[in-house]
């Protein structure tokens, strides 16, 4: 209820909340109007308290007063490294736009690798990068971050606790469609993977991730981060269901098209959870939802057939689970 | 065997964006021993991977409108499980209007009901809530 009225006080005044903000929303328990904790040196959590919810004014209020602290990025700057050619970094300039285009990725990019905060792609953020890939040992040092790099990227910001900064990168790089999402952030009191609610559906929705979505590992996290915008669209559009709802959230972990691939195991879990669902819907929902079934089943045989002799094994009762199931 | 389950309102919500923490209790009222899931996670009826759910209605007993979520939960695993002799208990918390807040102010029940494999749903007697 207060994310809905955080997110209609935010688009009724204008506030901009997608430059320094990663993340504003309620918490009940905060005994002043509004704090804010940050991430990557300049990057916002703003936390809006009960007694702020008396009016749209004094909720605009207590979200500019946090907005308007400054802060300052990291005081000593080190010097440029030369790890690539002037054409090499340009190249890699050019990559990187294309895979983090929100000004907040490329700031937690910057602030990981110690260099001035702009936001914006140059050649010296390139460089550090570079070096980044250089210290890891087995990374390919072009400067360019793909799925690689920003596995290890990703990595390093979960060990300094730079969760929020995490998530806007995985979002950013996947390209989710953020249509209908009030907010997303780490929350270290969610006991599940991930919670994503709405006061109705349809209607807006927040995700909250939980501290085990982080110690699955970087691509169970990304599958997690991309289930439940699935979720964030099917509340969008009023998908009442919840059985077709998590079928369908498993559906895309399962696919993973353009997302990294998760292991036999974390496979496996979500072939396993969707044929749950799929078994708990309706007649009629399972009718409607067939197509989607069979892309799954496609899939599973697909990569049971590339498993090790071992896996196979392993999850040969799930196959068998899934070849059982007849058209409804 | 039998199971009771106990839910007492810690702090009673005024309003509806107030946290309502709920303690549940689940008794093995029965002469043997039991095995329960003491991991107590909260879910909906329709929801997999949760052990307690509630049942909000409104004070004439209809269906209570309220937000949902939707949440990915590991499964529980074998220590989660524990055996209860008679009389033994497993507590556990949640927060009610975090998982289902009312969209209307208004008096509510709530019952909270646990239920795992091994069980049918057991149920709590009626929490009142009058909320603004």
């Known amino acids: ?328 | 065997m039998t199971l009771r389950v106990e839910a007492e309102l810690l702090d009673p919500p005024r309003e509806r964006r107030d946290p309502s923490p709920v303690r549940v209790t689940v008794v093995n009222d029965g002469p043997d021993d039991a095995v329960v899931n003491a991991r107590l996670a909260p879910g909906y009826a329709d929801s997999l991977s949760r052990e307690l759910y509630a049942e909000l209605t409104t004070d004439g007993g209809a269906p209570a409108a309220h937000a949902d979520r939707d949440y990915e939960r590991p499964w529980p695993t074998n220590d989660d499980f524990v055996t209860l002799s008679p009389g033994g208990s497993v507590s556990g918390e949640f927060d009610l209007f975090d998982w289902y807040r009312p969209r209307q102010p208004g008096a509510y029940r709530a019952v909270i009901v646990y239920s795992d494999d091994e069980h049918g749903p057991q149920r709590s007697a009626p929490l009142a809530l009058d909320v603004a």
């Open chain 1, 1 to 328: 209820m207060d994310d809905e009225t955080l997110a209609l006080v935010e688009s009724f005044f204008a506030i901009d909340v997608r430059t320094d903000a990663l993340s504003i929303r309620g918490d009940p328990a905060l005994a002043t109007d509004s704090a804010m904790t940050t991430e990557s040196d300049t990057l916002r959590m703003i936390t809006i308290g009960p007694t702020a919810f008396i009016s749209g004014a004094a909720v605009r209020d207590a979200i500019l007063v946090q907005l308007a602290t400054a802060l300052a990025g990291p005081v000593v700057v080190g010097p440029v490294p030369a790890v690539l050619t002037a054409a090499q970094a340009t190249s890699a300039v050019a990559f990187n736009r294309s895979k983090l285009r929100d000004r907040r990725s490329v700031i937690a990019v910057q602030s990981l690798v110690g260099n001035t905060l702009t936001g914006v792609w140059d050649a010296d953020t390139i460089q550090r990068v570079a070096q980044l890939q250089t210290n890891e040992g087995t990374l390919v040092v072009d400067g360019k971050i793909g799925q690689q790099t920003m596995r290890e990227i990703a990595v390093q910001l979960e060990a300094a606790g730079q969760r929020n900064s995490l998530l806007r990168m995985i979002v950013d790089f996947n390209k989710l469609d953020e249509n209908g999402l009030m907010d997303i952030s780490f929350d270290p009191t969610v006991a599940s993977n991930a919670e994503t609610g709405s006061f109705a559906i349809p209607g807006p929705t927040t995700i909250r991730v939980g501290p085990s979505g982080f110690t699955q590992g970087y691509e169970g996290l990304v599958h997690t981060v991309a289930h439940e915008y699935e979720h964030v669209r099917q509340r969008r559009i009023g998908i009442q269901s919840r059985n077709i709802r998590e079928f369908l959230g498993e559906r895309i972990e399962i696919l993973s098209k353009g997302m990294i691939e998760e292991d036999i195991a974390g496979f496996a879990d979500d072939c396993g959870r969707a044929l749950s669902h799929f078994n708990a819907m309706t007649v009629a929902e399972q009718r409607a939802e067939w197509g989607h079934f069979v892309e799954i089943r496609t899939k599973l045989r697909a990569r049971m057939r590339a498993a090790t002799p071992v896996d196979q094994v392993i999850h040969a009762q799930l196959l068998i689970d899934y070849n059982a199931v007849v058209r409804p």
